[in-house]
């Protein structure tokens, strides 16, 4: 299996400051299709994940643009500028190139 | 609008089988994929399976030989089966639409307990 590895696995962020998280594969991502379905979820406190980004880099409809995803192969970043209140929770990168797909275990932000 | 929603029993007893229905609204399920994605109480996502499309399922591999995904396109709903359950069974459940899991349900949350 694919292990996605998150790191760090917390993080204390301030309003209105700049933070990233990394996901690393133990398998590049590049689908034999040319894709690289590596994707983004934010889990806000007692509530369903919500996709951020899809396909590495692509905001999901209703994301603002203070989130940002880049990266390839094996190696990505989430970045999230001018941190709000409704940023807070879990963040998990999540590949869906080989069976079985698999997440990472996590990235909890929190206010400092 | 899309919608999912997950339902079944809260309680299960160890060894017997979970069913589960995850009922959709404003989506085909013979034009998208549905996935089940579980987690353990305050513990990552987990993965379990998902019916294609045109009805071909895929299942973990840590699970195959416990699950099966189904479905009735009549009635809008994919259900999943899961056998000999044990306590870290345990968490909520999941339904969510294609690869790149954009839409979700709610959860349902099962508890194995005697």
């Known amino acids: 299996d694919v292990v996605m590895t998150q790191t760090p696995v917390s993080l204390s962020v301030s309003l209105g400051g700049q933070t990233s998280i990394s996901c690393r594969s133990s398998?590049?991502?590049?689908?034999?299709?040319?894709?690289?379905?590596l994707y983004w979820y934010l889990q806000k406190p007692g509530q369903s994940p919500q996709l951020l980004i899809y396909?590495?880099?692509n905001r999901f409809s209703g994301v603002p643009d203070r989130f940002s995803g880049s990266g390839s192969g094996t190696d990505f970043t989430l970045k999230i500028s001018r941190v709000e209140p409704e940023d807070l929770g879990v963040y998990y990168c999540y590949q869906g190139t080989h069976y079985p797909y698999t997440f990472g275990a996590g990235t909890k932000l929190e206010l400092k | 609008q899309v919608q999912l929603k997950e339902s079944g029993p809260g309680l299960v007893q160890p060894s017997q089988t979970l069913s589960l229905t995850c009922t959709v609204s404003?989506?085909?399920?013979?034009?998208?994929?549905v996935h089940w994605v579980r987690q353990p109480p305050g513990k990552g996502l987990e993965w379990m399976g998902r019916?294609?499309?045109?009805?071909?399922?895929s299942y973990n591999s840590a699970l195959k030989s416990r699950l099966s995904i189904s479905r009735d396109t009549s009635k809008n709903q994919v259900f999943l089966k899961m056998n000999s359950l044990q306590t870290d069974d345990t968490g909520t459940y999941y339904c969510?639409?294609?690869?790149?899991?954009?839409?979700w349900g709610q959860g349902v949350m099962v508890t194995v307990s005697s």
């Open positions: 969510t639409r294609s690869r790149s899991l954009d839409y």
């Open positions: 019916m294609r499309y045109n009805g071909d399922t």
């Open positions: 398998q590049s991502l590049v689908h034999s299709d040319g894709n690289t379905y």
């Open positions: 396909k590495v880099s």
């Open positions: 404003g989506f085909s399920l013979t034009s998208y994929n």
